[in-house]
């Protein structure tokens, strides 16, 4: 692999950036290009699929053989709230491959008994995503009820452009919320991102069944994405 084309991969790595090497099979010329760079013409449309498909592949453009060789961060569930829910989704997200992280102040929920093998932060939100924020290819599921906690995360989430934003709570708590979010400075169009009531509606009423809704939602919505525009 060129030099060049490493490094780019690399760089892209530490930022958490998704990219494609294009590798021309007749002349094997490769270049990389990161999600937001434009291609060109009907290339365009081949790498967007790859970024949503994961998956490497050879494609046919304008009489080219191009191998396509996706490299995507690894999707990650941040959890806002340690409850029932977070523990069944934390023994479902690995099934999917999703890395999962738990955040939540209250030291009462946030017990390493409740949560054996999960990765569980005992701090406040605004605290940890100082030092590990949120991104594009980061779902945020908040489930703890309490604005105090949910609020921000869920503002950031927003701002940053999480594939997924979740909240747990009926439809009148989540009109409240909006007011808040509002106040926060989000704008109809991100608040309007947010999955509330959370997760598909297959009727789950069990904390179980809740989560299995809310990876399923998870799944759905990075798979269906909007890839990140070049800015």
């Known amino acids: 692999m060129q030099l060049e084309v490493l490094t780019k991969l ?9 990219a494609v090497v294009v590798t021309d099979l007749a002349s094997d010329d490769t270049r ?10 009907p290339l365009d449309e081949e790498i967007a ?3 949503r498909s994961g998956k490497a592949g050879t494609v046919e453009v304008e009489g080219r053989s191009l191998f396509l060789n996706v490299h995507l961060p690894p999707p990650r569930i941040v959890v806002i709230g340690a409850v029932h829910i977070s523990q069944a989704l934390a023994r479902l997200a690995p099934v999917a491959g999703y890395d999962l992280t738990i955040i939540d102040p209250r030291t009462a929920f946030a017990t390493e008994e409740r949560f054996k093998g999960v990765e569980l932060i005992a701090d406040w939100p605004e605290d940890v995503l100082k030092d590990r924020p949120l991104d594009a ?4 599921a908040a489930v703890t009820h309490d604005p105090k906690i949910d609020d921000f995360p869920l503002s950031e989430a927003l ?3 999480c594939f997924y934003v979740g909240a747990l709570g009926s439809r009148k708590t989540h009109a ?3 007011e ?3 106040e926060m400075g989000r704008d109809d169009n991100e608040i309007g991102r947010i999955a509330a009531p959370i997760g598909l509606d297959i009727g789950a009423a069990s904390p179980a069944e809740i989560a299995l809704a809310t990876l399923a939602q998870i799944v759905q919505a990075f798979r ?3 890839l990140v525009t070049a800015g």
Do not use: H, Q
């Open 49 to 51: 699929r790859t970024f």
């Open 159 to 161: 701002r940053v452009g």
């Open 224 to 226: 269906r994405r909007d």
């Open 180 to 182: 808040r979010l509002k």
């Open 32 to 41: 990389v290009i990161l999600e937001g760079e434009a291609a060109s013409g």
């Open 137 to 140: 290819y980061t779902a945020l």
């Open 10 to 18: 690399n760089a892209a790595r530490r930022s958490r950036r998704a």
């Open 176 to 178: 409240k919320r909006v």
